[in-house]
């Protein structure tokens, strides 16, 4: 059986300007057996009153980042690849990622990502403190 880590890091685009952003991943080197649910807790604030987009981001072992799903509409459930699917509840400020079934090649570093912009106008990134999900061999 196998159990998977992933390191999360939560990242923010921000915007010349007086709007502020931040995001936060409360959970630490998370563990999962492999064939068994995980979520991946990402909070955020904005001090922007209108939608935020919203991302989620991997990166696997000696591969380059990938994008897993954004969520630019506001829509309450979002699909990405791999399976996984995020929750978007603004009431909440949250955008939680999940998989109902783990897998080892899941395991890499994974990180959330909030902007009140679209990407390609954001000047910079604020990354928080690491967090991890890992898979491991056990019998």
């Known amino acids: ?18 709007r502020a952003q931040s995001v936060s991943q409360p959970d630490g080197h998370i563990t999962v057996s492999e064939g068994t649910s995980l979520e991946l ?19 696997y072992p000696s591969q380059n980042l990938q994008l897993i799903l954004k969520n ?6 979002v ?5 996984f699917q995020a929750e978007f509840k603004k009431s909440e400020s949250t955008f939680h990622l999940r998989k109902s ?3 080892w090649s899941d395991s890499g570093v994974y990180f959330c990502a909030v902007s009140d912009t679209v990407p390609e106008t954001a ?3 604020e990354h928080k403190p690491p967090e991890t999900l890992e898979f491991s061999d056990t019998q």
Not at 72 to 77: D, E, N, Q, V
């Open 41 to 59: 807790r990402c909070n955020y604030t904005s001090t922007y009153g209108g939608s935020v987009s919203l991302f989620w981001y991997v990166q």
């Open 101 to 103: 079934s783990a897998h």
């Open 72 to 77: 630019l509409a506001g829509k309450t459930l």
């Open 1 to 18: 059986m196998f159990s998977a880590t992933l390191l999360l890091l939560g990242v923010l685009f921000t915007v010349r300007g007086t």
């Open 123 to 125: 000047w910079g990134a």
């Open 79 to 83: 699909n990405g690849i791999k399976d």
